[in-house]
């Protein structure tokens, strides 16, 4: 209260701009309100998706991501209007088709229902802080960088997984897998490489988008050969792909040593493991 008594005796151009906004609205919610509000609607949606579209799934999933982010851009506002770019946007959308997808697949338990939308609010709340860091972070310093870098690397793990898991599952032919895991693998890069980089032009980081995105898809091609279930080799292609991207982030980050080496390359052989002694080899 002292301190918003000393505001209010400030001249109308010193004060907030946050305080003035409010004057002329009368009331407005914090940028944190925002994020609840927007993850309760959608995990609502979410839970609600069976009985609304049931045997619409898909559409569904498209639906959950656009709304997404269209809330985050009320959420963000005028942080997100100053310096706009698509890249804010990637890692919800996906977080949200991903799990728009995967619910689908899932048991029809009302457990597993409850269990899904609660890990999705979790995560969903998680991306939302961490975005605004990264947005408030291109424009200034912020402390917490590499908190929300490592969020966000956590949920893009579990939506690649997701996402990856489900386009198997619809045991398409090879041309239409291949295009659609190179489009939401090309997404997933985008976004987890300007957390690193933080740059406003797509161009910046187009090269090394499509350098992994090539070698990944080229992993895919191979295993699509491969008999294997779908959820083993979306457990295969994640690990994939957290040595990928992991190795590029060390590697913005001028920590690639030898050491930092060998931690991957036991996931890789882990990985491994797991796709032959669970292949149908009869």
Known sequence: ??????????????????????????????????????????SLGLFSSEYLFSGYGVLFAGILAIVT???IIISLGDDLMGSFSIYPLVLPFLWSLSFGF???LAPARLLTRIILTTIYAVGMYSVLLSENIFVVGSIRTIALLSSARIVTFVISLVAYFFITNTIFSFRLSI??????????????????????????????????NIILTLCLTEFAGILWFWPT?????AIFMTAVFYIFIGLTHVWFDKRLF??????????????LFVLIWFSNWQ
Request: net charge positive.
């Open 175 to 208: 041309a239409p897998t291949l295009f659609l895991f190179a489009i939401f693998t090309f997404l997933f890069l985008l976004s987890s490489i300007w957390t690193y980089t933080l740059g406003k032009d797509i161009k910046e980081d187009l090269l090394w």
């Open 1 to 42: 209260m002292i301190k918003e008594f000393f505001i209010s005796l400030l001249p109308p151009h010193l004060q907030p701009k946050q305080r003035r906004s409010e004057e002329r609205s009368g009331f407005a919610f914090s940028k944190r309100q925002k994020f609840v509000i927007s993850v309760v609607l959608l």
């Open 229 to 233: 279930p779908a959820t083993v080799f």
């Open 102 to 104: 995967f619910y689908f």
């Open 258 to 271: 030898k050491s930092v080496l060998w931690e991957y390359l036991w996931v890789g052989i882990v990985a």
């Open 69 to 71: 982010d269209l809330f």
